[in-house]
């Protein structure tokens, strides 16, 4: 009896202890949860501050962004498409040469001019023009053209470039080949949708003239002053012409292998034709222009061939032209008015 009632005191205070401590443990994690809580707090309002700066910083973003996006759709809502027909255009002019005339005062004279390009300031121009100049020996005419073009084109509201393209070497003249030169490099800087191929000895007397691309093929020289304004003859399609990049192309370019003067031209005429496309040309009150005197550079002779080639155009323009225009790339210098691009030939084939 004795026994049993020790055993029973016994387990009494074991319960107790065991009571007790689970008691201290429930205490001491509830010491421990508080005072953790109380020592995360300040990580957790750091981590919202961050979290609000963040936010808000990805707001600020979005509204300047939007901003940005806002000012752009100002600015091109304010610079609208340039009217179909300038309102600068002033018709015939008396053209005149100085003897004295020197590239500086050219250039003074077309400030908005930068690297032989033009972009119309006050509106966004229709059409997109690379002009392209074949040139070899002829700097005094390259100068007083510059001095009439680049105010005429301005005038014309256009998005243009000028290029010159150079022969340099000893071989004849290849007005054509440069000419393909000209298109193929002028790509290499922008994406022309328009290529107007000009004479440096003619100088256009209108700028109701518009150097602009047709539905077809343009040609420009109806008249000139040492042809009394009247057509050469016809089908001449010589002087300056137009082509859009695609009629450019589906007629292979020019032939390379007219070496001297004479012929390339109607060639490219034999050309279009083949391809069912119709020559255009401005009324002939206005498409007049000034042919700067000057005698046959040497290296410019008549071409003896030129008859025998033009017999074979249909059966040569697919391979002869843009496929097949090799040249020695010298030098492309941006100069402020024009870009001048430097070639070189090999000697010219003979024709077979």
């Known amino acids: 009896m ?40 300040p990580k957790a309002k750091i981590m919202v501050e961050d ?20 000012e752009v759709t100002t600015v091109k809502s304010l610079q609208d498409e340039c009217p179909a027909l300038s309102p600068h255009l002033i018709g015939a002019s008396k053209l ?35 002009i392209i100049i074949p ?8 100068l007083y053209l510059l001095e009439h073009l680049h105010p005429f084109l301005q005038r014309q509201q256009l998005d243009y470039g000028i290029y010159v393209i150079h022969q340099a070497g000893s ?15 002028a790509l290499k800087e922008a994406n022309w949708d328009c290529f107007i191929f000009h004479d440096v000895d003619l100088v256009p007397e209108n700028d109701f003239n518009i150097y602009t691309c047709g539905p077809g093929p343009k040609h420009f020289v109806v008249g000139r002053n040492n042809t009394g304004y009247r057509l050469r003859y ?22 390379n292998n007219y070496w001297g003067w004479g012929g390339e031209d109607d060639d490219l005429r034999i ?5 069912k496309m119709g020559v255009m040309r401005p009324p002939a009150e206005v498409a007049r ?14 071409n003896q061939e030129r008859m025998k080639l033009l017999s074979q155009v249909s059966k040569t323009w697919k391979t002869d032209g843009l496929n097949s225009c090799s040249y020695k790339l010298l030098s492309v210098q941006h100069n402020p008015l024009y870009v001048n691009i430097t070639v070189d030939f090999s000697a010219q084939p003979k024709v077979s």
């Open 271 to 275: 050309r279009v034709h083949l391809q």
């Open 289 to 302: 222009y000034t042919m700067i005197f000057h005698k046959r550079d040497h290296g410019n002779e008549e």
């Open 234 to 255: 016809t089908g001449y399609f010589g002087g300056v012409t137009a082509l859009t990049r695609e009629q450019f192309a589906k007629v292979n370019g020019f032939s």
């Open 2 to 41: 004795a026994l049993s009632l020790y055993v029973f005191h016994l387990f009494y205070k074991f319960k107790v202890l065991v009571l007790v401590t689970l008691c201290l443990m429930v205490l001491w994690a509830t010491v421990n949860y508080y005072v953790d809580s109380r020592q995360e707090m």
């Open 171 to 185: 071989t004849k003249f290849n007005r054509a080949k440069l000419l393909n030169v000209g298109y193929l490099e």
């Open 135 to 142: 040139h070899r020996n002829r700097e005094k005419h390259l």
């Open 51 to 70: 979290f609000r700066k963040v936010t808000s910083l990805e707001d600020s973003q979005k509204e300047e962004k939007m901003k940005s996006v806002a």
């Open 96 to 130: 005149t040469f100085k003897a004295s005339l020197t590239l500086e005062e050219v250039q003074k004279e077309n400030p908005q001019v930068a690297k032989g390009r033009y972009h119309p300031p006050e509106c966004a121009a229709q059409h997109h023009v690379a």
